[in-house]
């Protein structure tokens, strides 16, 4: 596999200890869906300060996060998120997810 060139991160409202176990447990789904993809791999979380973060390393950050919104709304419908991804040559996020999102920084 060549190098990975993006980081993609979804971010999750969440602030207990319920939360963080429902979002690993999606972490681990969404890993297991997008894990045969070639060029993308999930780096793990960070939770804490109200959030929960998934990272994503990707070539195709915008056909990954598609990928993963799909997964996210199939297995917990409604649940909000929002998304964005930087090369990992930079610092600056595009916002992806939703589309009215108009930028994008880690929390």
């Not at 991160?9 to 869906?33: N, W, Y």
């Not at 600056?92 to 929390?107: A, C, D, G």
Request: charged share 25%; proline share 5%; hydrophobic share 35%.
């Amino acid at each position: 596999m060549r190098d990975l060139e993006y980081q993609l991160v979804f971010e999750f409202a969440a602030t207990t200890a319920q939360d963080f176990d429902k979002l690993q447990a999606l972490e681990q789904i969404i890993e297991t869906g997008i894990s045969k993809e070639p060029g993308v791999m999930v780096d793990g979380h960070d939770f804490g300060m109200g959030f929960y973060n998934i990272f994503i390393h990707t070539n195709t950050p915008e056909d990954t996060s598609q990928k993963t919104l799909a997964i996210i709304h199939r297995t917990r419908p409604g649940l909000e998120c929002r998304a964005g991804y930087r090369a990992f040559t930079g610092n600056k996020y595009k916002p992806l997810h939703p589309e009215t999102l108009q930028s994008f920084e880690l929390r």
